[in-house]
């Protein structure tokens, strides 16, 4: 079946309007082109499993280069794979609504595949500010850290039942709506250059304050 780029957008028109009270940064960067793109492969014999699995092959590269390329390209190479990535988490969401093949299992694997690129992102921001400084692991670990955290933060937020809770989310340009958007940035921090140790520094708080944000709704 041929779908028409104006099916695909309507498909997806909700979890866009959502994305605006959530996660900003990924309404604006990510989503219209994630739409774009899912609308493209539609018109081809790829499924959203597959995409699902070129984004977790695109994320795996990103430690490798930081780890091996040369310092002056390192960073803009794990911007643009970072970038890729989100286009493509997008991406085959969108693909799986548009053609109502969405699940609970889909939704499953997508969840790990997204929680194991917060964790290599974040490590590996840590591994280009060990090389940019010293050598050594200590920032690398506390990438590592700031990823588990998120991991942590994401479960304490799927353990409390819907409905449950009386919090409706942050409001649309309030503090915390800011706030919880801003993770969408975190490609950005890969252009940090010789700041590099502060953008490992930024990712380990921005994490603490998800924990704690998580831990409120827990213990209401």
């Known amino acids: 079946m041929q779908y028409t780029f104006k099916q695909v957008a309507s498909a997806n028109r909700a979890t866009a309007q959502a994305e605006k009270g959530t996660n900003w940064s990924v309404y604006l960067l990510y989503r219209g082109l994630g739409t774009v793109l899912a609308w493209l492969l539609l018109k081809t014999s790829t499924t959203p499993t597959r995409v699902t699995v070129v984004a977790l092959g695109v994320v795996t590269l990103i430690p490798v280069m930081a780890g091996f390329l040369p310092l002056w390209l390192a960073g803009s190479v794990c911007f643009v794979l970072a970038f890729l990535f989100q286009v ?123 924990i704690l944000d998580a831990l409120t709704r827990v213990i209401e």
């Open 88 to 210: 493509l988490d997008c991406a085959d969401g969108s693909m799986a609504r548009a053609c109502g093949t969405d699940s609970a299992a889909g939704a499953r694997y997508d969840f790990l595949v997204d929680m194991f690129q917060w964790g290599v992102l974040y490590a590996s921001i840590g591994l280009l500010a060990d090389r940019l400084g010293d050598g050594g692991t200590f920032w690398t670990m506390i990438g590592f850290a700031a990823g588990w955290l998120r991991l942590f933060a994401r479960v304490c937020n799927d353990s409390v039942p819907e409905g449950e809770s009386d919090d409706d989310g942050p409001k649309m340009w309030g503090i915390m709506w800011f706030l919880n958007g801003l993770s969408g940035l975190v490609p950005l921090l890969f252009l940090s250059g010789p700041y590099m140790y502060l953008a490992v520094i930024a990712v380990l708080v921005y994490s603490i304050g998800d």
